[in-house]
């Protein structure tokens, strides 16, 4: 049954996208690993994985296995109780809509006369029946990425749409005192757009899919895998430790809190691939 779309304050509590088990078949694509390659790689019998991918969890078992993923060990054994810790901030709201069984986020910034909204929500009209009961108008609209659960809501919100902005990758826009940077987060789609928002009592950045707290997109491939780490280091993970990030799914969270217990990004990663010239245009993945 589908859920009603819920407003949600930026430090109100909410479990993690992905679970334990989750991350750790995320990182066994990324790393071109089955279940076997990874027994072979690491100590733990394929008998072990398979319980542990089940639902199975022991500290030992993630500790065990993290170092042949690429994977924090601390991080992978202490996932099942992180909960990021986000102060309020009364000009930012989580929009929580659903999308099938699950749901996904838009993020509604208001700053004086400005309102920013960031991905439309999947359904014709929840994110417009949200947005509306708040009285927010004269919408500035950026996406993050194209897929269907960030952008089904876009002709319900076209009425209240003052622009829908493509910003151009380092390119900033200024609506009032905030400015709005483009940044490159292309790696669990191709393109993907993060945005860091400045003008604010702290920095902002919205990271659609690329990164959740405690985990990160799901990739189609290890390029595309490795592009999306590159990119999150270089884009998001060098912003100051106390700036806020808004994902796609799941809570807020911020650099410092990621850099500790995020396992893909406190941990030592694979030797990055080869560089390889991609078309932009061209779409590597459909995951979610
Ligand atoms: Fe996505």
Same mark, same amino acid.
């Given at each position: 049954m589908m859920s009603a779309p +819920?407003?949600? @304050?930026?430090?109100? %509590?909410? %479990?993690l996208e992905d679970d334990v088990t989750l991350v750790m078949r995320k990182a066994m694509r990324g790393m071109g690993l089955d279940i076997a390659a990874l027994a072979a790689e690491s100590t733990v019998s394929v008998a072990e994985i398979e319980r542990f991918l089940g639902g199975n969890f022991s500290c030992d078992m993630a500790r065990a296995?993290?170092?042949?993923?690429g994977l924090n060990a601390d991080a992978m054994a202490t996932l099942p109780v992180y909960r990021p810790n986000v102060p309020i901030m009364h000009s930012v709201s989580r929009l929580v809509?659903?999308?099938?069984k699950d749901q996904v986020n838009a993020w509604l910034i208001r700053d004086?006369?400005? #309102?920013?909204l960031f991905d439309t929500g999947y359904l014709p009209d929840s994110a417009a029946t949200l947005v509306s009961l708040l009285g927010a108008a004269d919408l500035n609209l950026f996406l993050t990425h194209d897929h269907r659960d960030h952008v089904g809501g /876009? #002709?319900?919100l076209r009425p209240i749409l003052k622009k829908q902005h493509m910003v151009p990758l380092g390119q900033t826009v200024s609506l009032g005192s905030l400015q709005v940077k483009c940044i490159d987060l292309a790696g669990h789609c191709i393109p993907s757009w993060g945005y860091v +928002?400045?003008?604010l009592s702290r920095v902002i950045c919205v990271t659609g899919d690329a990164l959740f707290a405690g985990s990160i997109g799901g990739c189609a491939d290890q390029f595309t895998y490795q592009m999306a780490l590159r990119? /999150? @280091?270089?884009?998001?993970?060098s912003l100051p430790g106390?700036? +806020?990030?808004? %994902?796609?799914h799941g809570p807020a969270t911020t650099v410092a809190q990621e850099l500790r217990r995020n396992p893909f990004v406190s941990g030592k990663t694979a030797k990055p691939a080869p560089e390889e010239e991609v078309n932009p245009m061209k779409k590597r993945s459909n995951f979610f």
């Open positions: +819920i407003l949600s @304050r930026l430090s109100d %509590p909410a %479990p296995v993290a170092p042949s993923l809509l659903p999308f099938e004086e006369d400005q #309102a920013l /876009i #002709a319900a +928002i400045e003008g990119n /999150i @280091r270089q884009h998001v993970l106390d700036t +806020i990030l808004l %994902p796609g």
